[in-house]
């Protein structure tokens, strides 16, 4: 055995080039099913990913058995069942919430309302509803199940004791994080009567509200109607026009209050305030569970007055993962009262359980079956995969074997058995397996956690690398058993026992038998043609090479082609989206105090290369916007409300600077704003077919002096109209300086609010900046519903998305292109290694050696042109076909002959040069031969 082992080491190591390219081609096809098997686990790993970020973590929701439990169970009986089901030893995590709200229960009349007065020490306000919410345990499980994510903002896992108040209640009353404040709440049903002088003083003042600017803040719309028709209308709505509890009502019932003290956790920012009517709001606490507020006594104190609650109880949990799924969740039901039944009504209701996390976490029999059409689907691929791997792996093996032919038959005729020839060709086997699998293995994982990182930093939050061991082992025991396969039939191949003649003659293609053909030969050939013939006969006694070599060569070249048409069409596509200005991170922000938090965190924070902040100070509205129309005939576009908002220089010296001709310092310094007309829009507010058709970009000063008055303690005089492409309709844009020195211009509870926008440096600090991003979300008590967009992978994480694509394509092309590239040189090596002598006697009846050159370059371009032929006429024209389909609703040309024949051009110069460098080793070997 020992002698064996050296003789196959001496094997590998005599004949360097066959054993690198053996070993290259091993290592690609490993590379191969490697990279199969990553991403199939880094694909699962996603998948449950994404189902967290969307609906939660969560398995089953035990809402509806909760709600069972409450119409004939007291609170405080619902709460100690909470608390044992959150301490269950079967229970990893949970989380429950519950909602109590309280309005008027009745039909609305004119002039019938219901008001809930709060007390706070003393100081009194109005409110027109009442809710608490209720959360304990962990909201990281959920997202989307029970409550909004607004509500989650508030509570951690380690939540207790937390009271979080609206925001009005700091600003308007003082209150601060920390005190501790008793709210007496008194429910008050007034009567205004329509012939009551009262009523007719509260309709005049809200008919000098009833404009189209306050109908289209109210009811988010524009209104058409007459007037007349329009205060008909809002009649039905008056509390929703003026602060009705400024006019004491005709008659009113005052019921029994309720007490409670409370010590204030945070402010919760959002409240829909109407500007004109701070009565038309809601008091919303968010607290823990076990909270002292108790609405229900509001309304058993005051059975005379029509008050209606609503309330409702959700639970979600995760079962122990280190128990069967089933009978976790069994035995949790149980703790509590529950039984089988119960379990089995909640696996019948598809709402209650997370099937797909269930599923791809395999806790759940149903959900396993469901994936039996995906499992064979994935299997199916594997295989192929794998079929692939095996075959080229095969076709080394084949080529290895072969150029020894004559060594193993001597073995055999010289004594040696046909178990040691195998043995001597399976020592081979386990270097490969040593060697290409680890390298092939750990390049593929490595490759695909190095892809799956960029596609996290472009913005796909979702996308992890996960190397799944189970998977991984698969792969390699597949890459294992093609390597001894294929190294079992070469073996096989090469032990037969022969003869010393047919040992003498083994390895050599076989020739056909002739046939006698009537026609005589011509008894000249020129030289190439008979080097044209000769390599034609050399490739058809390898078909089976040939074919393989040629098939893996053409999936190269045809992904090739379809990777540079698509780069090649995609570039102005790209081109455009550069010019376009956007963002990473975007927020609303309400308030003064939260633009200086905003400052603190990003404006200094060098993670961070961009932090801008836009303040719209005012809407103006229709009437307005004509007197302005008419007086500076300006405006193109006639039925558009004109904004107020801020500029910084940087936006300003890009976009404006050049047809303004106005520095910037002295932009701010003049403290006055500029009027944006769209050069693109004409009189009817029409968009120009293209940018020839524009008007012209100019700036105009006003000749007579004009002031917008913003609001009633402030105006801002006009110094000119700025006609440019750039301008978003009609805007005023005022220098942010302006307004960052003069905080009270904002009225937080006006229409006014401040737009932060983020830009981050670098596409790697993605999970550190949405990590500060969200601090800010939850230290400032922002709802992440509304007012957060996350636009990173739209501006900087698209370099990174496609850099990543790049990199997978490329990989892929290569591993293939590669793959036929080897064998193609692997192939014609053996094939000059094995004619030798043949060689040797046609050099010794004056071929030249230019002449044997030829014919081994000769092979390799007839081996690398069917592949380049079929690869580009294929890759080529399906792209050009579904490229011409896909970008025709695009505004971008593509000169799609030009990218062809640029594409078509590129692949015959590489096959070419690949042709050429694939000859080098034959060539090397009969320079050796033939000094």
Aim: net charge negative.
């Amino acid at each position: 055995m020992k002698h064996l082992v050296s003789l196959s080491l001496k094997y590998l190591s005599r004949q360097k080039l066959r054993s690198l390219l053996t070993f290259l081609c091993i290592t690609l096809s490993v590379f191969l099913v490697g990279t199969c098997a990553a991403y199939y686990g880094s694909t699962l790993r996603t998948l449950r990913n994404q189902v967290i970020s969307e609906d939660g973590s969560w398995e089953v929701d035990i809402s509806s058995l909760l709600r069972e439990l409450e119409r004939d169970e007291t609170t405080e009986q619902i709460n100690e069942k909470v608390d044992i089901i959150s301490n269950h030893i079967n229970t990893e995590e949970s989380f429950f919430t519950r909602s109590n709200s309280i309005s008027g229960d009745f039909n609305t009349e004119f002039g019938t309302y219901i008001r809930f007065n709060i007390d706070l020490d003393g100081r009194k306000t109005n409110v027109s509803d009442l809710n608490v919410f209720e959360c304990t345990g962990d909201p990281d499980i959920t997202n989307t199940v029970y409550s909004s994510n607004d509500t989650l903002t508030y509570f951690s896992k380690d939540s207790k004791d937390v009271v979080i108040l609206p925001q009005w209640v700091h600003s308007e009353f003082g209150y601060n994080v920390g005190d501790t404040i008793t709210l007496t709440i008194t429910p008050n049903f007034d009567t205004y009567y329509r012939e009551s002088k009262i009523y007719s003083d509260a309709l005049a003042e809200a008919a000098k509200l009833t404009t189209d600017r306050v109908y289209h803040q109210i009811y988010g719309v524009n209104s058409d109607q007459e007037v007349e028709g329009y205060h008909k209308y809002t009649s039905h709505s008056l509390d929703q026009l003026v602060d009705i509890s400024k006019y004491e009502p005709d008659e009113r019932i005052s019921g029994e209050p309720i007490a409670v003290s409370l010590k204030i956790s945070g402010f919760r920012n959002i409240d829909q305030v109407n500007p004109n009517n701070p009565y038309y709001r809601s008091l919303d606490i968010y607290t823990s569970f076990g909270s002292p507020i108790n609405l229900s006594v509001l309304i058993e104190r005051n059975p005379d007055i029509p008050l209606s609650s609503h309330n409702s109880i959700g639970g979600a949990l995760i079962v122990n993962k280190n128990m069967d799924f089933d009978d976790g969740l069994i035995g949790i039901l149980e703790s509590v009262g529950l039984s089988e039944d119960d379990f089995y009504s909640l696996l019948a209701d598809e709402r209650t359980m997370n099937s797909t996390l269930l599923t791809l976490e395999f806790r759940s029999a149903m959900g396993i079956a469901s994936l039996i059409p995906f499992m064979v689907i994935g299997f199916v691929i594997a295989i192929i995969v794998w079929a692939i791997a095996r075959f080229v792996i095969d076709n080394a093996f084949e080529m290895s074997v072969q150029e020894r032919s004559v060594q193993f038959a001597t073995l055999r005729v010289m004594g040696a058995s046909k178990a040691q020839i195998i043995t001597l060709i399976f020592t081979e086997a386990f270097f490969y397996i040593i060697t290409s699998v680890p390298i092939g293995i750990a390049a593929s994982f490595l490759l695909c956690k190095k892809v799956m990182g960029m596609l996290h930093n472009s913005g796909l939050k979702t996308f992890e690398f996960h190397a799944n061991i189970a998977i991984a082992f698969i792969g390699t025991l597949l890459c294992i058993i093609g390597i001894l396969i294929s190294a079992y039939t070469s073996a096989i191949w090469a032990a037969r026992k022969l003869s010393p003649t047919e040992a003498m003659n083994f390895g050599k293609p076989r020739k056909k038998e002739r046939r006698f053909r009537k026609s005589e030969k011509k008894p000249y050939m020129s030289s190439k043609k008979f080097m044209t013939k000769y390599t034609m006969r050399n490739i058809t006694s390898k078909k089976s090479r040939f074919i393989i070599s040629s098939i893996a060569l053409g999936m190269g070249v045809l992904l090739f082609n379809i990777f540079i048409m698509l780069s090649l069409c995609a570039k102005p596509l790209l081109s455009e989206l550069d010019k376009v200005e956007s963002y990473d991170f975007r927020i609303d922000l309400y308030s003064m105090e939260h633009v200086e938090n905003a400052e603190k965190a990003f404006s200094d924070n060098e993670l961070f290369s961009r932090c801008e902040f836009e303040f719209t100070i005012a809407n103006m509205d229709k009437e307005e916007t004509d007197k302005l129309r008419e007086s500076l005939n300006v405006f193109s576009y006639p039925d558009f409300y004109t904004s107020l908002v801020s500029i910084n220089r940087r936006l300003y010296d890009k976009y404006y600077l050049s047809v303004s001709n106005i520095p910037y310092d002295d932009f701010v310094a003049s403290g006055k704003c500029m009027i944006l007309d769209p050069a693109q829009l004409n009189s009817k507010g029409e968009v120009a077919e293209d940018e020839a058709s524009f008007r012209e970009e100019k700036y105009v000063p006003l000749k007579e002096s004009y002031t917008y008055q913003a609001s009633d303690e402030y105006g801002f005089e006009i110094m000119g109209v700025l006609t440019t492409q750039y301008a978003h309709y009609n805007t005023f844009i005022i220098p942010e300086e302006i307004i960052m020195d003069n905080p009270d211009l904002v009225d937080l509870y006006s229409w006014s609010w401040c737009t932060l926008k983020l830009t981050i440096n670098d596409a790697n600090s993605y999970d550190k900046c949405r990590e500060i991003f969200n601090k800010f979300i939850k230290d400032n008590m922002l709802n992440t519903d509304e007012l957060i967009n996350d636009n990173f992978i739209e501006n900087t994480g698209r370099k990174s998305f496609i850099n990543a694509v790049k990199i997978i394509a490329l990989a892929v092309i290569l591993t293939i292109w590669l793959i036929g590239i080897f064998s193609m040189t692997n192939t014609v090596n053996t094939s000059v290694l094995n004619r030798q002598r043949e060689l040797s006697m046609m050099r010794a009846v004056g071929m030249t050696k230019k002449q044997l050159y030829g014919t081994v370059i000769l092979e390799s371009i007839l081996f690398s042109a069917s592949a380049c032929i079929i690869g580009t006429v294929l890759g080529t024209g399906v792209m050009v076909v579904f490229l011409k389909s896909l970008l025709a609703a695009l505004p971008i040309e593509v000169s799609f002959i030009t990218d062809a024949a640029l594409t078509i051009m590129i692949s015959v110069v590489i096959n070419l040069a690949i042709a050429v460098l694939a000859s080098l080793p034959g060539i090397s070997s009969l320079s050796k031969k033939f000094k």
